[in-house]
């Protein structure tokens, strides 16, 4: 059996172009695939590459297109973007006009520092850094 590799982490979001023009514009990651008008895109990282897909395209490829697809539940994923100054890319992220979760804070006990905002779709997302 051949060794499993990642590939990408792909979010499954309602407002697609909305978090498509989040991703691009807002966080600068850079277009792998895709544009904000498709129903699929991906975008370049270091380590893992970041896709989004319609929700309700995914909803029907697993027979569940009949389940409600915004029902109100905690968080089932965070995406965690490490970065090399959490306070510097929070300050640059505040002047786009993001709104924030939780601003920088020291967490002593994970080791990093953190700071939580959301995506146009509401999926959790973490700036995560040295201490």
Known sequence: MRAIKRSHIRLLVNRFK??????????????????????????????????????????????????LLDADIQD?????????DVTAVYKKLMAKGVEFVTGPVARKEWGCRTSHLRDPDGNLIEINGDL
Do not use: T, W
């Open 76 to 84: 089932r994923v965070a995406l965690v973007l490490r970065v090399d």
């Open 18 to 67: 909305d978090c498509f023009l989040f991703y691009r514009d807002i966080l600068d990651l850079p277009v792998r695939y895709g544009d904000e008008n498709s129903n699929y895109a991906e975008f370049k990282s270091d380590a893992i590459h970041i896709a989004l897909f319609k929700r309700i395209l995914m909803a029907k490829v697993v027979d569940k297109a009949d389940q």
